[in-house]
Nanobody
Framework: VQLQASGGGLGQPGGSLRLSCAAS????????MDWYRQAPGKQRELVAG???????NYADSVKGRFTISRDNAKNTVYLQMNSLKPEDTAVYYC????????????????WGQGTLVTVSS
């Protein structure tokens, strides 16, 4: 099982970026999917999460600016980031709780490789 994140890059203050993260491999089901970020010199923090049924939660710092969504058919989670601020600069990681198709598997959390978001003029 792999999580492949994409969509990072350079964004301007007040601008927008959209991140994607697709899970692939021998997957039976995907439960919660989350986005975390880690800024230089800081601990990794939860940005947003979404359940399989679509219930979402956000860090206070991104509420009203970021929107998390998912496509269960594609095992993909998205993060629409609007009104970007310089303090949003970080490496963004996706995380997903996945049940593999292999007999006897249990729910396991997987991490994507991270995608760098830089917000600067």
């Amino acid at each position: 099982v792999q999580l492949q994140a994409s969509g990072g890059g350079l964004g301007q203050p007040g601008g927008s970026l959209r991140l994607s993260c697709a899970a692939s491999g021998s997957i039976f089901s995907v439960n919660g999917m989350d986005w975390y970020r880690q800024a230089p010199g800081k601990q990794r923090e939860l940005v947003a999460g979404i359940t399989r049924s679509g219930r979402s939660n956000y860090a206070d710092s991104v509420k009203g600016r970021f929107t998390i969504s998912r496509d269960n058919a594609k095992n993909t989670v998205y993060l629409q980031m609007n009104s970007l601020k310089p303090e949003d600069t970080a490496v963004y990681y996706c995380n997903a709780d996945i049940l593999e198709s292999t007999y006897g598997s249990s729910w396991t959390g997987y991490w994507g490789q991270g995608t760098l978001v830089t917000v600067s003029s």
